[in-house]
Every structure is written in C-alpha cells, then in structure tokens.
C-alpha cells in the first residue's frame, strides 16, 4: 500500500521566505560594499597623515612614527574601538589598498565576507611577497563558497603548501609570540588566556581533565563519608576543571635549595612570585567603604583593574592583603590632603591618589592600567602649572609622548575631567571611572572654544618610565 505524499507548508517556494532569503543576500552585499569603503577611507586617512607629517626638527621617521600615531588615535575614536584594535585595521588596510587588491574587490563585491579577508591576510603574512598573489587568487575560489570556519581550515592548507620554509623553523618562530592575558568579564568573572606551542596546551587541558574526572571519581567512592560533601563544591565537570586549574595556578611557591622535599616535584623555573590584587583602603569611603570593611555595610567595594565586586569578597581581599593604605581626605569636597603645590615632585600619599582615582590612562579610548603609567602635569609645571590634583592626570608613556610631540591638546575641566581637541578640531571627554563614593562628573560641560586653526606644536619632549611601552607601529 503506498502512502500519500504530504506537501509540507513552508516551503522554498513560499513568497515570504524567499523575499527574506533575497533581503538577506542583498544585505550581506550590502555590508560587504559599506566595509570595504571603511578599509578605503581609513588607508587614505593613513597615507595622508603620514605624507603631511608635522616637521618637528627630527627625522622624518620620527616625525611619521608620531603622524602615524596621531591619526591611530583619531580613527579609534571616530569608531569607537580600543587602539590596539584600530592598529590592526590599519594593517588591515593597508595591505588590501596595496597587495591584497583582489580580496578587497571581493569584500565590496559580496564574494568573500570579511572573515575571510581576514583570514587571507592572517595566512598570508609568513608567506614571502612573491607567494602572495597566488595564495590569493587560490583562497578565494574557495572563499566564494565555503563557511569563514571551513575556509580557515582550507587557507591553513593552502599556506602550507606553498610556504617554502619547513614547519619545524615557522614553529620555532611562533612560539617567540606566547603570552597570558587577562580579559575581564562581568558579575565577578574574568577569562585567564594563554597562548603558547599546540602540545603544551592540549596536555594541560588533558592533564586538568583527567584530575577532574579523577576527583569525581573519589567523590562518588567516598560518598559515604560526611566530609565529602563538603570537601567538594557541586558544580559541572567544566566549572571543576576551572576550580582545578585554578588551584594549580595558585599553589605557593616551591620549597628553597636548602629545603629538600621527598616526592614534591620542583619547577625549573627560578624566581617564582606570586602576588595579589593591591587594595586601598581610605577614610570615610573610597576602595571598600569603611561602613563595608567593618561589617556595617554590604555596599560593593572596588577591584583594581577589574571594577565592582560584593562586599564578602572586598572584606576578604582586605582581611589577606599583606600592606594597606590609607588615604587622608577632606571631608568637605573628598579631595586629597597634600603639601606645596609649587614644588614639582608630588607626596607619596598624592601620588598613590591620583593613581587610584584615575585607575587608567586618561587619554580617550586607552585603558592602560594606572599603575603603568606616568602622572602629567596637564598645564606642564614649566609653564607655572602646579603640582595638585586639578593639574594631574595619568597617561601611559606613548600618550604623554603624543600630547607632546604632536597637535593633539588637553584642559582640565573641573572633577578629574579632562577635555581632548584631536588635530582635526574634534573634542573628547574622559572622566575617571569614580566608585560610589565619589562625585560623579558633571552632565553639563561649558562649550569648547571655536577652534580657528591647530594651535603651534611645543617643542618635542621625551619621557621617561620605569615601565616598558613599545609602540605597535
């Protein structure tokens, strides 16, 4: 008995879902076009500053470096992304203006999306110039019809079979690249990131895996226990792993050379130091409000490079930090107590203020951690600019290097705020990210002056910091 053919609604045919299907294709087009112009307008605007690059009596390396930074600064604001990432869609393009032509034609044309430009550029860069062309031309063909995740794969072969160097060479220069980071997250989470050699990596996930698997065997064959249940915290084999991997990270340091331990392995790395978060204590509430630190309080106190977290972890952090510092401040406009103004060399306790109430660098869109950075005198101290809070600000060395050395201009603008005129006659606002406690900056802010023309460039000044900051040009 044959059995009837059901015509299911809904089908490829249906007016509606095709209309949506062609939106959709003339929309990823679209995109593709309108990203294109943007890899267009941000190469022209980098060739231009650099062709018309201030002259400042320096070489003319020195003076592109600092046109190059100027205009990286500039483009990051107007789209409202972070430097580093500005400085890599910069790289981007330029190379699809100059090389990679192709690729940037396939962009506005809708053949290839930008994820796959990208990977083609990513590829590309460990292949000699002479191999560019062809390993272009070859990835998109693949590019107009795969995934960007099967098309990574794909480009990764495609590479490999062209690149005349052997994989041993590459593989020793990619593991001059590892590194960890750290990347906040919210409601108290972080991500820790490690990036080192494809072994390594797989045998520590292996390793926690198996230490989590076997935990939770040793739970369930000791169940029976009153103690288990407590030892253990109920979580998935995933939140274990982080648990595990955790406390590893976090065990104290090996025993001395003079201090022998039978069965304890010891790491050959020398001169471990393992440290906690720096937390500030202050009168009447600053980092952890004293009514919190007491008990008295359940408002949220302040992580240093993190932001807001839960009194029960601010009161725990404060309870095992090995130094605390109070910070005098007067109780009627919650300002710090410092000495004479005129005097350039600032106190300690004015110093360890200004690094706490600024936490970053103030220059627009940077986040450079305070405590890697230098304290400006916005009004330079050489031009009868004082050393208090109204005329201190941080900024990271490459920064306070570009406030110097190029048109960009800085006021302060009352409650830490600083007011920014790009080259280009555009203003920018940064305030310092205040806890609770603090004043929040005003939402009114008087009116710029009329910018004629750029005012004349001060005379090139060099930094100097304890701290590395090598630029990323």
């Known amino acids: 008995m044959s ?21 959709l294709a003339s929309g990823v087009a679209q995109a593709g076009a309108i990203q294109a112009e943007q890899y267009r307008f941000i190469e022209t605007a980098r060739s231009r500053a650099v062709a018309t690059a201030d002259p400042m009596g320096r070489t003319r390396r020195i003076e592109e470096e600092f046109a190059l930074r100027s205009i990286t600064s500039e483009l990051a604001l107007v789209l409202r992304v972070h430097e580093r990432t500005m400085t890599g869609l910069i790289y981007e393009a330029k190379q699809l203006g100059t090389v990679f032509t192709r690729s940037l034609a396939a962009l506005a044309a809708g053949t290839a999306g930008q994820r796959h430009v990208r990977e083609i550029l990513a590829q590309a860069v460990t292949l000699p110039p ?3 062309a062809r390993f272009e031309a070859e990835a998109l063909l693949k590019a107009a019809t795969q995934t960007p995740t099967a098309f990574r794969r794909t480009a990764a072969r495609l590479r490999e079979r062209l690149h005349p160097d052997s994989l041993t060479l590459r593989a020793a220069q990619g593991r ?27 045998a520590i996930t292996e390793r926690i895996s198996h230490l989590a698997d076997q935990a939770q065997h040793e739970a369930l064959d000791t169940a029976h226990l009153a103690d288990t249940e407590a030892a253990l915290s109920p979580g998935t084999h995933a939140q274990l792993e982080a648990d595990i991997a955790a406390e590893l990270l976090l065990l104290p340091p090996t025993p001395s ?19 906690r978060p720096e937390v500030f204590v202050a009168v009447p509430k600053l980092t952890i409000p004293y009514a919190t630190l007491i008990g008295q309080s359940e408002e949220p106190g302040e992580l240093h490079g993190y932001g807001p977290i839960d009194a029960d972890t601010a009161r725990r952090l ?34 360890r203020w200004i690094l706490y109430r600024d936490q970053i660098c103030r220059f627009p869109g940077c986040t450079r951690k305070a405590e890697r950075c230098e304290i400006d005198h916005t009004h330079p101290f050489e031009h009868d600019g004082l050393t ?33 005129t790009s080259p280009a006659g555009r203003t920018y606002d940064t305030h310092p990210a205040p806890p ?3 004043r929040p900056p005003p939402d009114q802010s008087p009116a710029p002056p009329p910018l004629v023309e750029p005012p004349p460039l001060f005379e090139p000044v060099e930094t100097t910091t304890a701290y590395p900051n090598t630029a990323p040009f």
């Open 318 to 351: 404060a309870a095992e930090a090995p130094t605390l510092h109070r910070i005098l401040v007067d109780p009627v406009d919650n300002s710090p107590l410092q000495l004479d103004p005129s005097k350039y060399t600032m106190t300690k306790a004015l110093r």
């Open 388 to 420: 208090e809070e109204c005329n201190l600000a941080v900024l990271c060395k490459k920064h306070h290097r570009l406030k110097h050395n190029s048109r960009w201009r800085v006021h302060q603008i009352g409650d830490g705020g600083l007011r920014w």
């Open 176 to 202: 001059t690249e590892r590194r960890l980071w750290f990347e906040p997250a919210a409601d108290g989470m972080a991500w820790l990131h490690l990036h080192l050699e494809a072994e390594k990596a797989i």
């Open 257 to 275: 050379e003079n201090v022998k331990t039978e069965g304890t392995s010891r790491s050959r790395m020398p001169g471990l130091a393992f440290s």
């Open 436 to 438: 609770s406690s603090r």
């Open 130 to 132: 002479e191999l560019h």
């Open 3 to 23: 059995e009837a053919v059901v015509q299911l609604p809904g089908s490829a045919t249906d007016p509606v879902i095709t209309q949506c299907l062609t939106g």
